[in-house]
């Protein structure tokens, strides 16, 4: 993919920090730590919905690679 500009550089500091939980939350063979206390239902929403779209987007991703092969 042909980025005009580094998404890092255009993308707000939450969004950024949103990806970086999500990647330690997946890494490994099943679901890691989440970043506050408790369960899913402790976790901030905004981050639960960010979790979601970045999930979405992981699956689409992957559905593309696989189509490739």
């Known amino acids: 993919m042909l980025w005009r500009c580094n ?7 939450a969004a950024l920090h ?6 330690r939350h997946r890494g ?3 679901p890691g730590p989440l ?4 369960g899913i239902n402790d976790q901030a929403a ?11 987007a992981e ?3 992957e559905k593309a690679r696989a189509g490739k092969d």
């Open 46 to 56: 905004w981050l639960m919905e960010a979790f979601g779209v970045l999930g979405a």
């Open 18 to 23: 949103a990806v970086r939980l999500y990647a």
């Open 35 to 38: 970043p506050d206390a408790g």
């Open 59 to 61: 699956e689409a991703a």
């Open 7 to 13: 998404p890092r550089l255009v993308l707000p500091p």
């Open 28 to 30: 490994g063979m099943a």
